[in-house]
Every structure is written in structure tokens, then in C-alpha cells.
């Protein structure tokens, strides 16, 4: 059984920086990729970011530049490096492990950012 375990998230002053980790435990195999999606109220669910087991890299328009992440496929662990945090950064986080048989998440971890 394939569990996430994500560290991070949290109130965080505008201007500011987190940086988050994703953990998926319970099998040998390594992800085909990780990565997070958010939703804000009254937003659509969008992907933040992703990286695949080959290090390729996807962001949403709106973290490019700001957000980084990177891996380690031993331990299927992802993070994700979030700088110049804007209050439009607000949202539920998901982080996602993404196998050959099934996709996993985790709980959600809300990060709010004030002004």
C-alpha cells in the first residue's frame, strides 16, 4: 500500500519562501513522476508543478521562475522550493505519485499567504 507523507506547508508572510517534501512509501518501485496540484476557493484544481523519473520538469505559468522542484527517485521523495510567495499562492496543496498501475495523493496541506 502506497502512502504520501508531505512535510511543509503552513502561514507564511507575502514575499516569503517554503519549501515542501513528498514522500511516497510502501513499494520498491519508483514514480514515473511526483509533483503537487492546488486549488484555491472558487479556482479550478491546477498543477503547480511536476517532475518525472527522467528529471523533466513541468510548471504552471503562474510559479515559473519563483517554485523549483527536484527528486530523488531512490526514495521517491519530491520538493518543491517555493520563493517570492504572493497571496495568489493561497490554496490547498496536493502532492501526487504517479505509478504505472495507479496514481496516488495525499491529504492536502493548505498554504496561506498574507500580505
Known amino acids: 500500500q502506497v502512502q504520501l507523507v508531505e512535510s511543509g506547508g503552513g502561514l507564511v508572510q507575502a514575499g516569503g519562501s517554503l519549501r515542501r517534501s513528498c514522500a511516497a512509501s510502501?513499494?520498491?518501485?519508483?514514480?514515473?513522476?511526483m509533483g503537487w496540484h492546488r486549488q484555491a476557493p472558487g479556482k479550478q484544481r491546477e498543477l503547480v508543478a511536476e517532475i518525472h523519473i527522467g528529471d523533466t520538469t513541468n510548471y504552471a505559468d503562474s510559479v515559473k521562475g519563483r517554485f523549483t522542484i527536484s527528486r530523488d527517485n531512490a526514495k521517491n521523495t519530491v520538493f518543491l522550493q517555493m520563493n517570492t510567495l504572493k497571496p495568489e499562492d493561497t490554496a490547498n496543496y496536493y502532492c501526487?505519485?504517479?505509478?504505472?498501475?495507479?496514481?496516488?495523493w495525499g491529504q492536502g496541506t493548505q498554504v496561506t499567504v498574507s500580505s
Open positions: 510502501g513499494t520498491i518501485l519508483s514514480a514515473n513522476s
Open positions: 501526487y505519485a504517479r505509478f504505472a498501475v495507479r496514481t496516488y
